[in-house]
Each structure stands twice: as structure tokens, then as C-alpha cells.
């Protein structure tokens, strides 16, 4: 069955590079979607990949492939809860459990 | 356009009352999906609903909770006898589409959150 698996917390300094992974498994052709979700926000978009604009997907059953999320040069006002979203054909979204992201000063 | 619409923000109630979370989607949005999330915890989804009607209801505790999403108004979901353990966020998202998330849905079902309301059980 489809599932979605993120790293639950990650803790850097100010200016470092972050790669948040996002391992999936789906029976079919997905979409994933990165969304932000700052503290007392909706959460917000911030990225969509489906099978046209990614070389990740061979098409068919996908066993428990990363599709990550890099930022550079973070700052203290990206910490926030990112989290992974994987669609399919159904009309079911399943989330990742998210990725606390926390930078210090 | 306002986006989203969840209330109330806060809600306090005691245990045994019941509580009340609505949701207006989106302008043009007819598909309604409520998340919860526990303390510590992430999202999980709950409910999807279209105008009138419960499409998938397999996130939902089997007692005491229900949802709808009538021909006019907000979605609204309903806890009834609350317990401590009901005390989460209560997420809103609504999307235009009705095909599911495959590629060629384009941006129609990309998810729309509403700022969430925060239940709190004495």
C-alpha cells in the first residue's frame, strides 16, 4: 500500500544547507507536493512534483523512493514543519508524519 | 478572494459537551477534507467530502464524530460527548478538483489550508 515516510527533526545553524527526504511507496503514478506549515499558519504550498517534471518516476510500482526537498542558506525564519504529501489516482492525500526543522541563530 | 475559512480559532469545552468546527472553503472549491493533528503528532486525515455528500470517512473515530458538507454553507465537523483525548488542531483543506491527485489534474487539486482550529478539552 502507498505510504510516506519524513525524518522527524532536524537542527542546523544559520547558513547551512538542509535536504529534507521524503521516502514513498505507491502502486501507481503519484504526485507529491512539499507543503511549509509555520507556527500559527495555514499551511502553505511550497512544491509539486508529478510524473512530467521529474526523472524520479519510472512509471508503475515505486518502492520506497526519496524525492527530497534541499534549501540553502537557511535562516531562523525557515524553521517551521515540512511536510510531504503523496496523491495518487484516488482522491486520498497520505501525510508524512512532517519534518521539524529548526535553526539556530 | 479569503482563502480558507476555519472557526472558531479556539474552542474550550468541557467533557461531555459537544463542539462545533466549520470550515467555508475556497471560492469555486467543492471538495472539503478535515486533518487532525494530535499533539507531537502529524496530520491525519479524518474526512473527505463533496457538496452533499462523504466520499472517503476512513480517518474518522468510528463514535461521536461526523461531518458534513451541506448544499449551502460551511462544512462543519461535529464531536459529540468530548473527551480530553479530542483536545488537536483540526485541519481544513478544500481543492477545486474531482479526479484525484494524477499528474494530469494539473493544479486543479492542489490542497488549500485553512488556519486550523485548536480544540482544547477540560
Not at chain 1, 5 to 20: D, L, R
Not at chain 1, 24 to 44: A, D, H, I, N
Not at chain 2, 74 to 81: A, N, T, Y
Not at chain 2, 94 to 114: D, H, I, K, M, Q
Request: hydrophobic residues 30%; contains cysteine; charged residues 20%.
Amino acid at each position: 500500500s502507498n505510504s510516506v515516510k519524513q525524518t522527524g527533526q532536524i537542527t542546523v545553524s544559520e547558513g547551512a544547507s538542509v535536504t529534507m527526504n521524503c521516502t514513498y511507496t505507491s502502486t501507481g503514478y503519484p504526485t507529491l507536493f512539499w507543503y511549509v506549515e509555520y507556527p500559527s499558519k495555514p499551511l502553505q504550498l511550497l512544491q509539486r512534483e508529478t510524473m512530467e517534471n521529474s526523472k524520479n518516476f519510472g512509471g508503475g510500482n515505486i518502492k520506497d523512493k526519496n524525492s527530497p526537498i534541499v534549501k540553502y542558506s537557511v535562516q531562523v525564519s525557515d524553521s517551521a514543519v515540512y511536510y510531504c504529501l503523496l496523491g495518487d489516482c484516488t482522491d486520498k492525500l497520505i501525510f508524512g508524519t512532517g519534518t521539524r526543522l529548526q535553526v539556530f541563530p | 478572494n479569503a482563502g480558507v475559512m476555519q472557526n472558531p480559532r479556539h474552542l474550550v469545552r468541557r467533557r461531555g459537551q459537544e463542539a462545533r468546527l466549520r470550515c467555508s472553503p475556497m471560492k469555486g472549491h467543492s471538495h472539503v477534507y478535515w486533518y487532525r493533528q494530535l499533539p507531537e503528532e502529524g496530520l491525519k486525515f479524518m474526512v473527505y467530502l463533496q457538496k452533499e455528500n462523504i466520499i472517503d470517512e476512513s480517518g474518522m473515530p468510528k463514535e461521536r464524530f461526523s461531518a458534513e458538507f451541506p448544499k449551502e454553507g460551511p462544512s462543519i465537523l461535529r464531536i459529540q460527548q468530548v473527551v480530553r483525548g479530542d483536545s488537536a488542531a483540526y485541519f481544513c483543506a478544500t481543492s477545486l478538483g474531482n479526479r484525484g491527485f494524477r499528474p494530469e489534474s494539473s493544479g486543479a487539486n492542489v490542497l488549500t489550508f485553512g488556519a486550523g482550529s485548536r480544540l482544547t478539552v477540560l
